[in-house]
């Protein structure tokens, strides 16, 4: 069979691509069953004919997953002089509300192994200030920040994305942040 494609010519550029695609998937850092499961799609990618529909939706599939961040890291800026003159500057009064996030940050400086912690949930009428204190605390801890709103979203799919299985799968709000964000090599992400 190979060497039917190799005379027609077939066989290299999809090789290649195939190849193209191996070292993404390898580079990108992903764990350990994310990364047997996309080498598992790229083998299934391989064998099915280009014009196949579902070979479409698996190449989209595997397309999202490289361009994830997956291994990128950064270090938290916990220092929390920092963080109120970042508060301050940004912010006028909203003493409470300050004092809550510093005590966060502190917590989190206690805490720094141990990645399970408390979420900071602002709630409020529009204008009081939530976004703006989020975008304070990202430039606070040295965070790249990504705003998405899921206010009026009814439908659960648009948030936890698609079944690969429909032609026009695409991932959920989430993921689609994350991707967007084209990380630099020291980022991370807050996200509200």
């Known amino acids: 069979m190979r060497a039917i494609k190799n005379e027609l010519g077939d066989a290299d550029?999809?090789?290649?691509?195939?190849?193209?695609l191996r070292e993404r998937i390898k580079s990108r850092?992903?764990?350990?069953?994310?990364?047997?499961?996309?080498l598992k799609q790229l083998g299934r990618l391989e064998k099915m004919h280009p014009d196949a529909s579902e070979a479409s939706m698996v190449r989209t599939y595997l397309d999202w997953l490289t361009d994830l961040p997956w291994s990128?890291?950064?270090?938290?800026?916990?220092?929390?002089?920092?963080a109120r003159q970042v508060l301050d500057d940004d912010h006028y009064d909203?003493?409470?509300?300050k004092e809550r996030i510093l005590e966060f940050l502190a917590v989190r400086k206690l805490k720094q192994n141990d990645m399970r912690?408390?979420?900071?949930?602002?709630?409020?009428?529009p204008g009081v200030g939530k976004t703006s204190l989020g975008k304070s605390i990202a430039?606070?801890?040295?965070?790249?920040y990504v705003r998405l709103s899921l206010g009026g979203v009814k439908d659960e799919a648009e948030i936890r994305g698609h079944r690969r299985?429909?032609?026009g799968a695409m991932p959920g709000k989430i993921v689609q942040a994350l991707k967007s964000v084209k990380p630099t090599t020291r980022s991370s992400y807050w996200m509200k």
């Open 94 to 97: 909203l003493h409470k509300v």
């Open 139 to 144: 430039r606070a801890m040295g965070r790249q």
């Open 165 to 167: 299985t429909y032609v």
């Open 72 to 82: 990128t890291k950064s270090e938290d800026n916990l220092d929390i002089e920092h």
């Open 13 to 20: 550029s999809r090789s290649e691509d195939a190849d193209e």
């Open 117 to 125: 912690g408390p979420i900071l949930c602002f709630a409020g009428p």
């Open 29 to 38: 850092g992903m764990p350990e069953t994310v990364l047997t499961e996309a």
